[in-house]
């Protein structure tokens, strides 16, 4: 059974970095993609980053490219978001969530995931 925890959120100030990290049972991360989402209250779920179980590339939405890393640590199992320059409008609960199929590739479309964690929460504010 695939389950994921996430942790590592809390409060920021504006400027500041965090590390949230996913830990994954039931399967091994190496193999699977693995997205980053995030929904701000009032807002819809926004997918951020993700790594593929293909080939191991990453993307970044737009949004965060530049802020934001995606890596893994497969002795772990486990998936980390590096978050720096942390913005007000970066506030929201931030999600990861694995896709059911054995080497596929990059999206951020949450429709393309089977498995979620539980989400974090990440406040930016001083």
């Known amino acids: 059974q695939f389950k994921l925890v996430e942790s590592g959120g809390g409060l920021v100030q504006p400027g500041g970095s965090l590390r949230l990290s996913c830990a994954a049972s039931?399967?091994?991360?190496?193999?699977?993609?693995i997205g980053w989402f995030r929904q701000a209250p009032g807002k819809e779920r926004e997918g951020i980053s993700c790594?593929?179980?293909?080939?191991?590339?990453?993307f970044y939405a737009d949004s965060v490219k530049g802020r934001l890393t995606i890596s893994r640590d497969n002795a772990k199992n486990t998936v980390y978001l590096e978050m720096n320059i942390l913005k007000p409008e970066d506030t929201a609960v931030y999600y990861c969530?694995?896709?059911?199929?054995?080497?596929?590739?990059?999206?951020?479309?949450?429709?393309?995931?089977?498995?979620w964690g539980q989400g974090t929460q990440v406040t930016v504010s001083s």
């Open positions: 969530a694995a896709r059911n199929l054995l080497f596929s590739l990059c999206t951020l479309s949450s429709d393309e995931y089977d498995y």
């Open positions: 790594s593929s179980g293909d080939d191991g590339r990453t």
């Open positions: 039931g399967f091994a991360v190496s193999y699977y993609t």
